[in-house]
């Protein structure tokens, strides 16, 4: 059973550019969230997907976007990148039950360098 | 806005010492989850607590949730250097499905 997959693992980009992150969640999920995790820090939620929609959005620019699709898995987007950017980009999955803070399940994350 | 605050930021023990985190919420939660982080690694899950004053046990971890739903502990008996890592609670904000993450607790043990 495979879990939570996110790909590229490593991503180097210069300011201004645009990335996209994918995810895809473990088997039988279908609640897909997005983290940015800063250096030393707590992962920060940048939104939510649940049936293809945002369903909640933490404080973050519209720069940040995203997509669920059809299989349940992701995309985050993250337009005109900033130095402040650099982060550990986390997705989280859950099964969706009691829609009040599900148990999530973390990928290995993507790192990414702003340059 | 909510705020989850952990003590200490940082914690160094001799392996075999115990070792407890502390986690305070300015909301009432509706649960309380704790995760672990590697160096290096991801946040991995480790317990849910949902009652009032509820207390669980993982081996040598003990998990309490305190009695108005605002606090929770973590507390690690003889620690070993494999439980070296950052131990982060959780908890959902009001009426959101997403999870508000404490401050984290580093933890390094002396062999």
């Known amino acids: 059973d495979a879990g939570v997959t996110q790909s590229p693992t490593h991503l180097i980009k210069t300011r201004g550019q645009q990335v996209t992150l994918r995810c895809s969640p473990k088997s039988g999920h279908d609640t897909v969230s997005w983290y940015q995790q800063a250096l030393g820090q707590g992962p920060q939620f940048i939104f939510q997907?649940?049936?293809?929609?945002?369903?909640q959005r933490g404080n973050f620019p519209d720069r940040f976007s995203g997509h669920q699709f059809p299989n349940y898995s992701s995309e985050l987007n993250v337009n005109a990148l900033l130095l402040g950017d650099s982060a550990l980009y986390l997705c989280?999955?859950?099964?969706?039950?009691?829609?009040?803070?599900?148990?999530?399940?973390f990928g290995p994350g993507t790192r990414l360098t702003v340059l | 806005g909510q705020q989850v605050m952990q003590i200490p930021q940082y914690q160094h023990v001799q392996e075999g010492e115990d070792f407890t985190t502390y986690c305070n919420s300015s909301?009432?939660?509706?649960?309380i989850q704790w995760y672990k982080q590697r160096p290096g690694g991801h946040p991995v899950f480790l317990i849910q607590l949902v009652k009032s004053g509820e207390v669980k046990k993982q081996k040598r971890l003990t998990f309490q949730f305190g009695e108005a739903k605002k606090n929770s502990s973590l507390h690690i008996t003889a620690t070993q250097t494999t439980d070296v890592g950052t131990y982060f609670c959780a908890g959902p904000p009001t009426g959101a499905n997403n999870l508000f993450f404490g401050t984290g607790t580093r933890l390094t043990v002396i062999p």
């Open positions: 989280a999955s859950s099964f969706r039950t009691s829609g009040r803070g599900d148990t999530q399940y």
């Open positions: 909301t009432t939660l509706s649960n």
């Open positions: 997907y649940y049936e293809e929609e945002e369903r």
